[in-house]
């Protein structure tokens, strides 16, 4: 049996509120273009490439859950992604969407 995932979940803390972010599994067209966006910035994360990677990871998310706003309200998947405010939260979803959508990493 393959060690393939439809749903990558995330399990993460921020502000001390736990939230959970599930992604579906990257294509491989996808992992394309981040590695070469990533290849080519010879960095994970800069402000070349975070805003291709938003577009690119937004749609992937399936859910986004326990990021509330100060009134209360779910924060959604667009403003995680876009929101500078959740620069380093997403960036830390992404690292490890990344991480274990690899072969064997899941």
Known sequence: MSKFVRD???????????????????SRST??????VLSESGTAFNAENISVMEKEVAPYFKS??????????????????????????????LSEWLTRSMPGKA
């Open 31 to 36: 992992a394309m273009k981040l590695s070469t």
């Open 64 to 93: 986004l859950e326990g990021v509330l706003a100060e009134d209360g309200t779910p924060v959604t998947v667009e403003e995680f992604c876009s929101s500078f405010y959740f620069t380093v939260k997403f960036t830390e979803v």
């Open 8 to 26: 990558i979940v995330i399990k993460s803390e921020m502000e001390g509120q736990a939230f959970n972010a599930t992604l579906s599994c990257m």
